[in-house]
Nanobody, 131 residues
């Protein structure tokens, strides 16, 4: 069974850094795209980053570009989201998700990462940015 488990969320001060992890199991990790999404109360789910484990290509939403970095350790079946210069607006539940099709290609072309491209999801981890 495909499983994704996020970890690393917590409370951090504005300007601080945090690294989220997504541990994957139940599928061939390096054949899939792994995305990061976030959702704050009352808001739609926002796609913020995606990584192709096959070729290493990446996508970032404008809202996080230059501050967040997605990476992977394929030997550990883990994708990371390194977040720096965190702002209160980054407060949300963060989810990782897996796609076996063309989500990253679509994102690069359309400038948006769509939740419906992803079939498998983790349960989310809360990130709160506050002083």
């Amino acid at each position: 069974e495909v499983q994704l488990v996020e970890s690393g969320g917590g409370l951090v001060q504005p300007g601080g850094s945090l690294r989220l992890s997504c541990l994957a199991s139940g599928f061939t990790f390096d054949d899939w795209n792994i995305g990061w999404f976030r959702q704050a109360p009352g808001n739609e789910r926002e796609g913020i980053a995606c990584l192709s484990n096959k070729d290493g290509s990446t996508y970032y939403a404008d809202s996080v570009k230059g501050r967040f970095a997605i990476s992977s350790d394929n030997s550990k079946n883990t994708v990371y989201l390194q977040m720096t210069s965190l702002e209160p607006g980054d407060t949300a539940v963060y989810y990782c998700a897996a796609d076996q099709s063309a989500a990253i290609t679509t994102a690069q072309i359309m400038g948006a990462l769509y939740p419906w491209e992803f079939a498998s999801w983790g349960q989310g981890t809360q990130v709160t940015v506050s002083s």
